[in-house]
Structures are given as C-alpha cells and as structure tokens.
C-alpha cells in the first residue's frame, strides 16, 4: 500500500490553483485557434482573437486569465492501492490561501450564502471531493469556476420516457438562456445519470475532459457531436455578438440511475475553462 502524506495534497493544490488561473489549458488554447480560423463572424472572429491575445499575455505576464478568479474546487483522485494520510481539507484550504494570497487572485467566497455574505478574505473553504481509481496514483484536479458560467448552469430531473430527446431539448434550452452571460465561447459538460445531488459532479468533471476529444462510447460521442451542432446553430458566437462558434465542445459523461429517473445537469465552462491537474508523489 502506496503511502502519500496530506501536505503533498496542499503542494499539488497550490501550484494548480496558479496554473490554472494564469495559464490557458493547450487543449483549450488549440480548440479556440481553430475556431477563430474557421469563424466566418467579423465580430466572431474579432472576439476570439482577443481572447488568444488575452491568453497570451496572461502566460507571459504571470496575470489571471480573468478578474473573476473563481471558487476552487478539487477532486482528489486516490487509487485503491493508496492511502493518503492527514487533514486533507486543512491542507486544501491552507494551499488555496496561500496561491490565492501570492498569486495576487481575487477572493470571492461568501462565509455563509444565506446568513453571512463577507467575504471570507482568502478565498477558503475550497469546495474538496474524493473519487477512487484503480491502481496507487494520486491526483489533484483543480478547477476555478467563475460565477458567471456556474450560473449559466442547470439541473433538471427529467422522466426516463424523455430520453435522449428530453435530454438534448434541456440541454440546448439552457445554453440558449445563458451561454451569453458565461463568456462563449463555451464548453459544455453535461451530466446525465446517478442521482440528484450527483449529476451535477457528473458534468462538472465532464469539463476536465481534454477539450473535444469525444466520449469512449460512440452513443454518447454521437450525442455530443449532435449537441455541439445544435448550440452552434444558435448563433450565440464568442463574447455573445453572433457567430458560428457559441461553443468549443460539448462533453458528456453518463452513470447508472434508478428505474424511474434520468436526471440531466449542465455545467458550463467559459471561454477560460480553468483546470489543471497533477500527480501527487
């Protein structure tokens, strides 16, 4: 049994949370490049040339990608073979007060959404899972979410009798009312599957997913390049101007579910989806 202490947690959270909010994924970079030389949209092709500008002077100058640097959330990703030991949470959030503090990134959680919204100042708690995968790595996924595409994001719990029409129907419903605010283009994550409190995770992981590389299965791949299609012919485009480009990729990633549901969640990525991820030890 592989043995990896807490702290090497807080040392890959630290510098991810710094990536990711300096430095645009290549995947992300690559797919953003190909849209601008195929944008047939002046103020298409306008606005992703900004965006590729702004990208390159974020990794140049050590700079956030965006203002809104986001609430972190990690998915510790341990192997059954592993065992991390120590106060992972306390290692995660004193990791993500220390980027946040030295990188100079904007702080942006609330002490309690209802009862108490100052700032908490260092931008803790981090928002933590853990998932189980074969073998003995480690593996810290850092994602920074701005408020401006959670926001964008749904779900519903549909009727196992709306299949995958049911399920495309809501998926383009919510990128048509939001995708203009979540700073297009964008990448979709889409969930379906689990249970309620679980789909959402479902399409937030979705969005670690190199961007358009398509899913395992070729039904599900088939139903992302079918979404892409119909999101693009919304004619939202980059910065929501109109164009042929309102998304990069859709990403969708199913699990197992009762008899009588099929829950669907969307979680949209901004034109800066911001992740990275390391391997601890």
Partial sequence: MRTVDSHAVGEAVREAVVRAATSLRPDALAALE???ARERSDRGRAVLGQLLDNAAIASADGVPLCQDTGYVWVLLEVGVEACVCGDVPAEVDAAVAEAYASARLRTSIARDALTDRSNTGDNTPAFLDVAFA????????????????DNASAVRMLAPG?????????????????????????VVGVGVGATFDKVGGLA???LLRPVGRPAADDLTAALEERLLAEVNALGIGPGGLGGDTTALAVHVATAPCHIAALPVAVN????????ASVEVG
């Fill in 34 to 36: 190909a849209a601008a």
């Fill in 134 to 149: 074969p073998g003995s790595g480690v593996t810290v996924h850092v994602m920074l979410k701005g408020g401006g595409s």
């Fill in 162 to 186: 709306d299949g995958e029409e049911g399920v495309a129907r809501f998926v383009v419903e919510t990128v048509a009312h939001a995708a203009a605010g979540a700073c297009p283009p964008v």
């Fill in 204 to 206: 937030k992981k979705a």
């Fill in 268 to 275: 949209i990525g901004c034109s800066a989806v911001r992740t």
